[in-house]
């Protein structure tokens, strides 16, 4: 059973940053499907950020020249850096990766961030 373990959510003022870390349990070389989403309360869970299979890069226009997802394949690590935080941001940030011979992806347990005005 693969393994996402996410580290870096907390409290931070407007304006601030934060950066997230997604640890993977198998190796990330493999992967074809890496992302961030995130879910607010009351709302549906979206995507913030993903790396495709062809090493595109897309953002939700909403953390568009604020966010930046990379990844690090020698230490299975996957990275949100979060800066110009709003109030906006504030909620629970999951790391989804999928690998090519998976039906289905898989999810870590979330963290809470949380931007304060």
């Known amino acids: 059973q693969v393994q996402l373990v996410e580290s870096g959510g907390g409290l931070v003022q407007a304006g601030g940053s934060l950066r997230l870390s997604c640890a993977a349990s198998?190796?990330?070389?493999?992967?074809?499907?890496i992302g961030w989403h995130r879910q607010a309360p009351g709302k549906h869970r979206e995507l913030v950020a993903a790396i495709s299979s062809g090493g595109s890069i897309n953002y939700n226009d909403s953390v568009k020249g604020r966010f930046t997802i990379s990844r690090d394949n020698a230490k299975n690590m996957v990275y949100l850096q979060m800066n110009s935080l709003k109030p906006e941001d504030t909620a629970v940030y999951y790391c989804y990766i999928r690998w090519s011979w998976d039906r289905d992806g898989y999810w870590g347990q979330g963290t809470q961030v949380t931007v304060s005005s």
């Open positions: 198998r190796s990330t070389i493999t992967a074809n499907a």
